[in-house]
């Protein structure tokens, strides 16, 4: 086959160093405009950014000349170092280690996407690590608990 051909979506989340809720909302609407920012250069479009003050979700469509863990790692590096430049008490920030990537189809994609923009809502009710947990779950991902947080 001549042309290579994708369409592949991946919901991303990751969290502040030890799920510190630094991420305060006057910062946090620019941060999820800069990490839509950063994929696009990626040639990775955004389709929904969200989070809270401990943790973001990206949903995207990823580059098929791109890795994800190199995606996630020039996403992650310029996003802390654009947060350090933006507010003074922020210079010490840094995102956790990992991170997890989960594979959308196309006929979630809406309600993928209603799920992130309510995530302020969601998150009074339960943690950034029972949401972590249950995505694990669903997606039958094993894991050990005494990896999955920094």
């Known amino acids: 086959m001549?042309?290579?051909?994708?369409?592949?979506y991946?919901?991303?989340i990751f969290s502040t160093k030890h799920r510190e809720p630094l991420l305060a909302q006057a910062i946090r609407r620019r941060m999820h405009?800069?990490?839509a920012t950063v994929l696009s250069n990626d040639e990775c479009p955004a389709?929904?950014?969200?989070g809270t003050a401990d943790h973001v979700h990206l949903l995207f469509r990823p580059s098929k000349?791109?890795?994800l863990a190199e995606v996630v790692e020039n996403v992650k590096t310029s996003s802390s170092r654009w947060v350090k430049t933006q507010v003074p008490s922020l210079r010490s920030f840094h995102w956790q280690n990992g991170y997890g990537g989960f594979s959308v189809s196309p006929a979630e994609l809406?309600?993928?996407a209603a799920y992130i923009e309510g995530q302020e809502e969601h998150h009074?009710?339960?943690s950034f690590q029972e949401e972590y947990r249950k995505l694990l779950a669903a997606y039958g991902v094993e894991y050990d608990e005494r990896y999955v947080w920094d």
């Not at 001549?2 to 592949?8: D, E, F, G, H, R």
Request: aromatic letters at 4%.
């Open 124 to 126: 009074r009710v339960v």
């Open 65 to 67: 000349n791109r890795a």
């Open 33 to 35: 405009g800069y990490l």
């Open 10 to 12: 991946v919901h991303l």
């Open 47 to 50: 389709l929904r950014v969200g």
């Open 2 to 8: 001549p042309q290579s051909l994708a369409q592949v």
């Open 110 to 112: 809406d309600s993928v």
